[in-house]
């Protein structure tokens, strides 16, 4: 259950907590490169979609969802190491998405 504290924060205040829980866990006593918190991410999708492919019905929504939480910590928690401004990166490419056409760039997908 998400608490009033929590729904009060901002993104960049959760990139800074998702940093100081993994530095507090030991997970920051050495640095690592930009391309291996990039495959951590990676590694977090993946389980969604095993997840998807493999549980049952009443299993697979809160798996998965449970997996993309651990997409977002990790994403927040590179944000935090490099103090990146996801905040604001989310917000100007939203406002750039609105000023594209429909179905930009006839992706398929």
Known sequence: MATEAFNSKTLNDLCSDAFEIAK???WHEEK???GT???LMHSELSEALEAYRKDSEDV???HITEELADVCIR???ACGEYELDLETAIENKMEK???RGYKYGGRRI
């Open 37 to 39: 918190l990039i495959a």
């Open 24 to 26: 507090q866990n030991g």
């Open 97 to 99: 998405n609105k000023a």
């Open 60 to 62: 697979m929504w809160p």
């Open 32 to 34: 690592r490169d930009f």
């Open 75 to 77: 994403i927040f928690n």
